[in-house]
C-alpha cells in the first residue's frame, strides 16, 4: 500500500503525486464520518468521491421516501375517513406532489453540502478511484500513496441480468423513481422488501394503480411467521400483492401508439400470468460497490458476494490489514444509523491518539419499515434465538386488533412478539407490525442496549390511552409466561 510508484499501460512507472497518512473512498454517510474524524487528528487526509457529495438517505433513499409517504398519508387519511364521518375526496395533484419530494430533497441537500463546502479543497477529489496492482490509489491524473484506506463506497440498485435492456425507460429504480415529473398511472413493484413495501403503499395511496410481487410469501423479510402472517393481512387490506411469484419475463411492448412495460409470472399456485402497465419498479435489493475497486490489491478477499471477508463488524477492518470498509459497502448491515457508526469508529480506529480512538460499541440490531401498520426487528431474530439450544424463551405478544387506542384511532391491526429468556429476566429481540412502531422499537431497542429486565420496564409508567400501553401488555405476557409472580390486570388486557 505505501509503494512509490505505479506503472502506466505502457509499463513505463509512474511517480507517486501525493502520500498521505488516511484516503477516505467515498463521500456518504459512513465517509464523512470517517473523514471528518479522521481529521481531527491527521492534517494529510483525503477524501474521494464520484458522483454527488450528499448520502444516499438524502438523495435517494430515506429522506425523498419518506416525503412520498408523506404526501401519501394526507391522502389517505382524507379519502378514509368515512368511519369517523367525515367524507372527502383528496385531489391529487402529481406534479405538485413529485415537486415538493425534489424540492424537501434539495432543502436537506443544502445542509450537507454546506459541510462539505467547508472542507479544504486539497483534501477533496472529485473522480472515480481505482487500487492497482501496487496498491495505490489512481484517480484522475494522481497516483496516491495512503498508509491506512477507508473505503465507503455504498452500494446501488441491484437489477436482475437483462432487464434494463428489455424494460428501458420503463424501468426505475428507488435511484431514479423520485425523478418522475408526474405519478403514472400504473406501476409494478417488484420486490417486497422495505424499499419495495414503502414505495408499492406510497403510490397506491397517491391514486396509482400498483401491483406489487415478490418471489417469496413474505413482507419485509419478517423472519417470524405469525408477524409476517399478520403484516401480510393488514397490508392486504389496500395493496394488489402477489406473493410467491416467479417472474419469467420482462419487456416492452407498443400498445396504441404508446410503449408498455409487461410482466410474465407465474403466481403462488403455478399459473401463468402477466401485468402490463407503465412502469416497472425493481425493488430487489441493493449491492455494494466494491466490485471495480481494486480492494484485492490491497490484500482484501471478497467472497462470492462481493463482501469482504474477516471483516470486523465492530471497526470494518479487514483482518490486521490497514483498510476498513464501512456502510452499505461492506453488505453487513446497510442501515443509515449503523454506516454512520462505523464510519465514526473506522475514523478513530486510524487515528494514533487513543482518547480518538474511542470504538462505539454495535449497535442493538433495529430496523424500521415505515409502511402502514409499520413494522420493526429489533434485537435476535425468532430464528436466531430458536438455534441456539441454551436459550430458554417465550413469546409475549398482543394483538393491536382491539387495543384501546389504536382503536380509537382507526389503526387497530397488528401484533407484537417479545422474545424473554427465562434465565435472565431479558428481552432478547422483538418483531412486529403494527400503529407507533417505531416508537415502540425504540423503547425496546434502548432496553435491550441498557440491559433492562421485563421487571424494569414494567416498573416504567405507560400512560393511558396510548398505543404503547400495547408494549406493557405484551410485556405482562412474556413476565406470566416466564412464571414470574406479580400483581397487575390480566396479561391480555384491552387498555380501555
Not at 401491483?211 to 413474505?218: C, D, G, M, P, S
Request: with cysteine.
Amino acid at each position: 500500500m505505501n509503494k512509490q510508484s505505479g506503472t502506466t499501460t505502457d509499463d513505463t512507472p509512474r511517480e507517486v503525486t501525493r502520500k498521505v497518512s488516511v484516503a477516505i473512498i467515498g463521500a456518504g454517510t459512513a465517509g464523512q464520518n470517517a473523514f471528518r474524524q479522521a481529521s481531527k487528528i491527521k492534517d494529510d487526509v483525503v477524501i474521494i468521491n464520484e458522483g454527488f457529495w450528499t448520502t444516499t438517505c438524502i438523495a435517494v433513499g430515506c429522506m425523498p421516501s419518506k416525503l412520498l409517504i408523506a404526501a401519501a398519508d394526507r391522502a389517505h387519511d382524507a379519502n378514509h375517513s368515512a368511519e369517523f364521518g367525515i367524507h372527502a375526496t383528496a385531489q391529487i395533484d402529481g406534479k405538485r406532489v413529485m415537486e415538493r419530494v425534489r424540492d424537501e430533497r434539495s432543502h436537506f441537500a443544502g445542509y450537507i453540502k454546506k459541510q462539505v463546502d467547508s472542507w479544504p479543497d486539497h483534501k477533496k477529489i472529485d473522480g472515480r478511484a481505482r487500487i492497482n496492482e501496487q496498491g495505490l490509489i489512481e484517480v484522475n491524473d494522481e497516483l496516491i500513496a495512503a498508509e491506512q484506506i477507508i473505503v465507503a463506497t455504498g452500494s446501488s440498485p441491484f437489477i436482475p441480468d437483462g432487464w434494463a435492456e428489455k424494460l428501458g425507460d420503463t424501468m426505475l429504480t428507488s435511484d431514479s423513481v423520485f425523478e418522475l415529473e408526474d405519478l403514472p398511472k400504473t406501476m409494478a413493484v417488484v420486490g417486497a422488501g422495505a424499499i419495495g413495501l414503502e414505495l408499492a403503499q406510497a403510490f397506491t395511496r397517491l391514486g396509482v394503480k400498483v401491483t406489487l410481487l415478490n418471489r417469496a410469501k413474505q413482507v419485509a423479510g419478517l423472519k417470524d411467521d405469525d408477524i409476517n402472517n399478520k403484516a401480510m393481512d393488514c397490508l392486504s387490506h389496500e395493496l394488489t400483492m402477489h406473493l410467491g411469484s416467479e417472474i419469467t419475463d420482462v419487456g416492452t411492448q407498443a400498445d396504441e401508439g404508446n410503449k408498455s412495460a409487461f410482466i410474465k409470472y407465474e403466481d403462488s399456485a403455478g399459473e401463468s400470468q402477466q401485468w402490463q402497465g407503465e412502469y416497472v419498479l425493481v425493488a430487489t435489493g441493493r449491492r455494494n460497490n466494491i466490485k471495480q475497486l481494486g480492494v484485492e490489491n490491497l490484500g482484501v478477499k471478497l467472497d462470492d458476494k462481493n463482501r469482504p471477508k474477516n471483516l470486523s463488524k465492530k471497526t470494518g477492518q479487514i483482518g490486521d490489514l490497514n483498510v476498513y470498509i464501512v456502510g452499505d459497502a461492506n453488505a453487513n448491515i446497510p442501515l443509515l444509523h449503523v454506516a454512520s457508526d462505523e464510519g465514526y469508529s473506522a475514523g478513530s480506529m486510524v487515528c494514533e491518539n487513543t482518547e480518538a480512538a474511542y470504538i462505539r460499541p454495535p449497535a442493538t440490531p433495529f430496523s424500521i419499515v415505515f409502511c402502514s401498520p409499520q413494522i420493526v426487528n429489533v434485537g435476535m431474530s425468532l430464528p436466531e434465538i430458536q438455534k441456539d439450544s441454551e436459550l430458554e424463551f417465550v413469546i409475549g405478544s398482543v394483538s393491536f386488533d382491539n387495543q384501546g387506542r389504536s382503536r380509537v384511532m382507526g389503526v387497530n391491526c397488528g401484533l407484537l412478539h417479545i422474545y424473554g429468556c427465562k434465565k435472565t429476566d431479558r428481552i432478547l429481540g422483538a418483531s412486529m407490525v403494527g400503529p407507533d412502531a417505531e416508537y415502540i422499537g425504540h423503547i425496546l431497542a434502548t432496553a435491550i442496549t441498557n440491559d433492562l429486565s421485563i421487571k424494569d420496564m414494567l416498573d416504567t409508567p405507560f400512560y393511558h390511552p396510548t398505543i404503547l400501553e400495547g408494549l406493557r401488555t405484551a410485556l405482562r405476557d412474556v413476565q406470566y409466561k416466564m412464571e414470574i409472580p406479580f400483581q397487575s390486570q390480566d396479561a391480555q388486557e384491552n387498555n380501555f
